[in-house]
């Protein structure tokens, strides 16, 4: 597994609207690997990549012209959508006492905001300093104090310089993303924004395990790294529009809550269980024959997955489904535990599984 790319894309910030650095980094490590590269008007990128010839005897069957495998005159399209973007915040003011205030790009659970190391991006270089809520340390609050849990408005960041420098450094739109390693611990990676690097990843490894597979393929692959996916699928959808997909695989992390505390029938994934084949959650439903197919391709070549619906919130390939005319569309996600903090962790075989039939599926579509 490819470790140290997944490394750099989790360690480099970008909060929605601020995918800069995420894209610079992607734009570099896939030179040569697509036909062309372009940056739309949200800022996603956006990767097309044509028909190739196998160069192995085990490559997919037909033939681009054949009509399984074009739609018209054109070979059928396989839109894969990742997002760039990792939940944040946007600085909104500085106090006369030189604390950072903000307003999140993403959703938060306040609990997990305690004490954290941050990083603050401005134009002119990054910033660290930590993140606390207003209010009374333990020695001098009363039991009552201690129970109430502070809402996200409520924390600052402390950037432990002077008020005047603050002032004369941080603006109003600069950034902040927690500031914590990916690690590897046994079979998993732990790190601040799998959701969704996880995805960005995936976009870069399954077309180059699908070039040294060998086989080729007959359709179109246009892999987009999208924009403001955690304020609402922004930059997928515009890109989706562009693009115009037959087929839409969104690329994503999901809940795993294979955790104590959480009944096994809510637990939505399991570490060390492959893939998750992605039916449903409140932004989409997938296409069921798209479900089926993957489905069978998956047990035909020994790639572990597990069927997912999330009961609550949404991923890009609600936007290739709902795209101009509309687009066959299916998740392919990668279950994670405490997703939303610092300490995602994921499965690295789910990772490698997700990528291998990522892979698979490009080579045999049409």
Avoid at 160 to 178: E, K, L, N, Q
Avoid at 269 to 286: E, P, R
Avoid at 312 to 317: F, R
Wanted: charged content about 25%.
């Amino acid at each position: 597994m490819n470790f140290d790319l997944l490394k750099r894309l989790c360690e480099t910030p970008g909060v929605p609207g601020r995918e800069d650095r995420v894209r610079a980094l992607i734009a570099d490590e896939i030179h040569g690997l697509f036909d062309a590269v372009e940056v739309d008007a949200m800022g996603s990128l956006i990767c097309r990549r044509g028909p190739r010839p196998g160069t192995s005897t085990s490559g997919p069957h037909g033939d681009p012209t054949d009509d399984g495998a074009t739609i018209g005159a054109r070979p059928k399209r396989v839109m894969l959508l990742c997002h760039m973007d990792e939940i944040g915040f946007l600085v909104t003011s500085v106090d006369d006492d030189g604390f950072v205030w903000l307003d999140p790009v993403g959703g938060f659970d306040p609990r997990n905001l305690f004490s954290r190391r941050v990083r603050l991006c401005t134009d002119d270089g990054d910033l660290p300093g930590v993140m606390n809520p207003g209010g009374k340390p333990v020695h001098i609050s009363t039991p009552e104090e201690r129970k109430r849990i502070p809402e996200v408005p409520e924390f600052y960041v402390d950037l432990g310089i002077p008020a005047d420098s603050v002032r004369a450094r941080v603006h109003v739109g600069d950034y902040v993303v927690m500031d914590e390693p990916c690690l590897q611990i046994g079979e998993k990676v732990v790190s601040k924004a799998l959701d969704n690097r996880v995805a960005c990843w995936l976009g870069i490894e399954a077309v180059r395990a699908l070039d040294a597979s060998g086989t080729g393929h007959v359709c179109e692959i246009v892999v987009a790294f999208t924009t403001q996916e955690e304020v609402g699928l922004r930059g997928a959808r515009t890109a989706a529009f562009a693009v115009q997909p037959d087929i839409g695989l969104g690329l994503d992390v999901t809940l795993s809550c294979d955790t104590p505390g959480v009944p096994e029938r809510e637990r939505v994934t399991q570490h060390g269980k492959g893939f998750g084949l992605h039916v449903k959650d409140s932004s989409f439903i997938a296409d069921w024959d798209l479900v089926k197919e993957i489905e069978a391709l998956a047990i035909d070549r020994g790639i572990p997955f597990q069927r997912t619906i999330l009961r609550a919130g949404g991923q890009d390939g609600a936007a290739a489904q709902q795209a101009a005319a509309g687009a066959r569309a299916v998740g392919i996600v990668v279950g994670t535990r405490y997703i939303h903090t610092v300490t995602e962790m994921v499965h690295t075989g789910d990772l490698e599984a997700a990528r291998d039939i990522v892979a698979a599926y490009l080579g045999t579509v049409g």
